[in-house]
């Protein structure tokens, strides 16, 4: 996969996060916690992919470190709703939705950390 893409669906991802937890929670009471996660880990995301227009080893960690912390956000959140959708809460979203959005967003983290860690500089 090339950089652009990589830099694309990062960018894409971590936007999502942060404008879809807006979303989400707007008005409904939820724990800021729940909210600013998703603007950490999407945010952190967001700079790997805009660093990675100058590659560097530095700034490949940042996005590699981008893709995981967002899979591993993203993993608990999905599965949490998969397994226990009693204790969920969906805020403004229907939660079958949530779950099919947060699943999605989970496997494109995963496919975008295999594909930054085994990229070659000079792509």
Request: charged share 10%.
């Amino acid at each position: 996969m090339s950089l652009i893409l990589l830099r694309v669906f990062g960018g894409g991802l971590g936007l999502s996060l942060m404008i879809g937890e807006v979303i989400r929670s707007w008005g409904v009471g939820r724990p800021i916690m729940f909210v600013l996660d998703d603007f950490f880990w999407g945010g952190l995301l967001l700079l790997g992919a805009i660093l990675m227009a100058k590659p560097t080893r530095l700034r490949w960690g940042v996005f590699v470190a981008g893709w995981a912390s967002c899979a591993g956000m993203l993993y608990g959140s999905f599965f949490g709703k998969v397994f226990d959708p009693a204790s969920a809460n969906a805020g403004n979203m229907e939660l079958g939705f949530l779950t099919a959005i947060i699943g999605l967003a989970f496997f494109v983290s995963l496919i975008g950390l295999f594909f930054t860690l085994i990229w070659k500089g000079g792509e």
